[in-house]
Structures are given as C-alpha cells and as structure tokens.
C-alpha cells in the first residue's frame, strides 16, 4: 500500500514542532524531517514486503475480549535484519508509522555508513552543544576573574 | 495488611525515606481500616520513584500491566501523554504536593482493577484524544485498523479525495471513535450514528464537541435489533455502515479480565450464543439502507467470517461477501460485504 510508504507529514509537524507547507503533503519524496531541523534528509525507501510486522498486544484473545494498553510495534526489516520497536504514543496506527520512520533513519545509517547525512548531523550537533558550553565556561570564568580585580582594587582604595 | 505488605513497604520505604516514614508508616497501617490498600504518602517524592513504587505496589496487589499503568497514570498527571514525552529532568524533581496527590488518587483507581482508560478518563484512537467514561466501551487497536480498512476501501473506490458527499452508518458507536475518526479524516462526510446505550450517545456527542465535528454527526439512542424500523424511517440511504459490534460469545464472557467484566458495559460485548445476534440485525439493515455497491465494514470474532459468508449465500441474497482481512496478531478480524447491484 502507498500510504503506509507515504509519511504523515502532519503528523510530524506536530511531534517535531516545526511548520510545514501543507503541500508537500501529497507529494510523495522518501524524506523525513529530523526533529529540530529544518533541513531535509533523503530516507531511503522501504517496501511493505521487505518488513515484518508484530504486535505486542499481552496475551489473551484480543479484540473486545482483551484490554490492555501495551500497543507496541516491532517492526523486522527482512533484508538487512534490522529490528525496531516503538510504543511512543497510545495509539497504534501512529505507533506503526513512527516504527518505519525509525527503522528509514537506521537503514540511512546502514547503507551510508561513514557517509551518513544523520551521522554526521548528529556529531555536528554534539561539536556545537560543546562549543556552546565551553564559551558560557569562559564567560563565567572571565566575569569571576573580573570581580576578583575589583575586589583587590577597591581593598586597595581603603 | 498483611505482615508480607508490611515487611514489603518497609523496604520501599527505607529506601525511598528513612526510618521515621517507616514509624509513621506503622503508625498508620495499625489504625488503618481493615482492607485499606494504598501505600502512605511521602513527604517528598519525584516522579521516577512514585512509578517504581506504584509499579511495585500494582505488582503486590496483582494487578495487570504494572508498570504501563504507573506510567501512563503518572504521566497524565504531569500533564503529559506518556512518560517520554514528559522532560528527563522534571521525573527527577520532587512532585509538587498537588500532583502528589492527583497521583494517589489516580494510582488508589487503578487498584480496583479500573481500566487505565477510565481512570485517566481519556484514550488515543488514532488522531484523535477522546474523553473516556465508565462504562461505555473502550475502544480497541484492532478498531483503529477498522477505521484504516474503511478509508483505504474508500480511497480506492472513490479517489484520494474520497468522492463527493457521503453518508455512512454507524451502529454501536461507543465513545464516538469510528465514526469522530472518519469525520476527521473525511471532510464532506455526514455520519449518523446509533447506540443502544445512553451513556454512549451522550459521550460520542460530548466527544464529537469537543473536536468541533459535531455539525456533520448525528446520535440517536436506538438498538439495532429491537428499533429497526424506527432505524429504516429515520436513516436515508446510505454510501457504507461500519460496526464493531458486540461479538462476543456468551459462553467466553465470563473468562474475561477483571477490568472489563467490572467496568464496561457487557452490553457492548455479548454478542449471544454464537457472538452473531447483532450482526445479523445490523446485516438485514444494511440490505436495505445501502445504495447500489455500498459496503458494509464489520470488526468480528475470528470465528465469524465463514459463518457470515455462509449466513449471507443462504439467507440473505441482496449482500454479496467480499473480503475477509487480519488484523495486526494475524486473526481474521474484519469483514468487508457490498450490497448487489441491479445487474449483480
């Protein structure tokens, strides 16, 4: 089915925050957003067939005879063997979709390897978080040695 | 108390407290009510032990999905969907003494064996959040995959736009989530929706205002098999019917979990000897209210679907059986039937 390849482009505006022109919801590109970014990647493809799909629902008979919150999603892809569960949210349908969303970045990383355009986004983030916390270091670090001159200062004063 | 429960939260305690919790514990449990069952309130606890705690306590007390219950309880209170959602550093602060307490009022629901659902009175079907009352049915994941089966049929007969104006009918509406999520998803269509239960009809109303859908939906109070003919003169013809009706088998109704058989109407689930007393009401309505080629979607036992297609090749010669699908654990779960043509 094209709509389970098709991602909920809705959806992701509202987990990840970021506004999207509605109109590139019917047009059907393999990209995903990643979350806090406004750029986007090229998630490769996957088909329906290349995936099985389980559902942890707990034991018993299901339907009206079973209720139970577990709503967790694993999801198989054939191919490569890689594995992906997902219960983020307490609905299943979006459960099921988040659990290909997943496995599309994992399989990003597995045929890109170094190459890979979240790989190295990821580790960009990583440098600028650091980057961040050494300046707000140096700055508190330069404010304490500022005072400490004026303290001096003004014990020489009296 | 028993002396185990005791020796139990002592432990808990002196983890979590010290030893004065743990006299002022005692203290507590000797003048406690015979049968009194909640574990004391601590002075200062953050969000991370009151879940560790609750699970444990739900696991003492026997009571199903410890861990998701704490979780999805504890959560609600801090405002949130589930527990990830809510910020790593807010589960690590001390809960504030009115989320204390919404937690133990919450979590103390939960030890009657009272659904997650009902206790946080609300649910999540498919994109929508609904607000959930005892006892109207709690609606199921399979019957979000109903709610897909119906729009993916409808897509491919109709067009991704779903056609022009449609109308549907939906029997045993419950909390209002098949037909609020096909009114979500579909914006010309007109729903009238029925149930036998007049908790159900003011919950899907109350449900269908608070979405802003309630201008397309319609609920009446009727019952499928005693109403019909109020039914056939109230319902115009129809594009499709979608039902998750009671289809249970009486003899299973008794092995059910404690949360269902305490808390949810059996009406909405005993579907007689042969879990089919409802369906075949709902399938002679069908016969007459569709139009042309309209559909009818049924969520069903897994043993149904042969049975259908048999009740309708004998008995009732204006359907026509189409297809029958799995659901998710791979049990046959829905029915797909269409009403004949002139030429059929």
Known sequence: MSSMLFLNLRFLRDISGISLSWHRRFLRWPFVLVAGKKDLIDLPEVNEEDLEEQFVRGSGPGGQATNKTSNCVVLKHIPTGIVVKCHQTRSVTHNRKLAREILRGKLEVEYNGEESELLRRKRESIQEKREKRRKVNENIERKRRFKEILNTDGDKKC | ?344
């Open chain 2, 1 to 344: 108390m028993t002396s185990k429960s005791i020796w139990f939260f002592s432990q808990i305690i002196k983890r979590h407290g010290g030893a004065s919790q743990l006299r002022s514990f005692v203290r507590c449990s000797s003048c406690a009510a015979e049968g009194a069952v909640v574990p004391p309130l601590h002075s200062s606890i953050t969000a991370e032990q009151a879940v560790k705690l609750w699970t444990q306590y739900f696991t003492l007390q026997g009571i199903s999905e410890p861990l998701l219950s704490s979780q999805y309880i504890i959560a609600h209170a801090l405002g949130r969907k589930t527990l990830d959602a809510v910020d790593r550093r807010r589960l690590r602060d001390p809960l504030t003494d009115r989320e204390r307490d919404k937690v133990w009022k919450l979590c103390s629901k939960r030890l009657t064996s009272m659904p997650v659902q009902y206790v946080i009175e609300e649910w999540d079907f498919r994109d929508l959040t609904l607000k959930m009352t005892p006892p109207v049915f709690i609606p199921r994941p399979e019957t979000e995959e109903l709610v897909g089966l119906v729009l993916e049929d409808l897509r491919l007969m109709l067009g991704e736009s779903y056609g022009t104006d449609l109308r549907c009918l939906e029997v045993g509406c419950g909390s209002g989530a098949v037909s609020l999520s096909l009114l979500h998803d579909i914006p010309h269509l007109r729903v009238l929706a029925l149930d036998q239960s007049q908790a159900a009809v003011c919950l899907t109303l109350e449900n269908a205002c608070r979405l802003g859908l309630q201008d397309r939906l319609e609920v009446q109070h009727l019952d499928v098999m005693g109403d019909a003919d109020t039914i056939l003169n109230k319902c115009g013809p129809i594009h499709f019917l979608v039902s998750n009706p009671p289809y249970l088998l009486s003899k299973d109704m008794q092995s059910l979990q404690t949360e269902i058989l305490q808390f949810e109407d059996h009406a909405a689930l005993d579907g007689g000897s042969d879990g089919l007393s409802v369906i075949r009401s709902i399938l002679a309505l069908a016969s007459q209210l569709l139009i042309e080629r309209g559909r009818v979607y049924l969520e069903v036992a897994p043993c149904h679907p042969p049975i259908i297609q048999q009740l309708i090749e004998e008995r009732m010669p204006e359907l026509l059986y189409l297809e029958t699908r799995c659901d998710l654990t791979n049990r046959p779960r829905f029915c797909i039937l269409q009403r004949k043509g002139k030429d059929d």
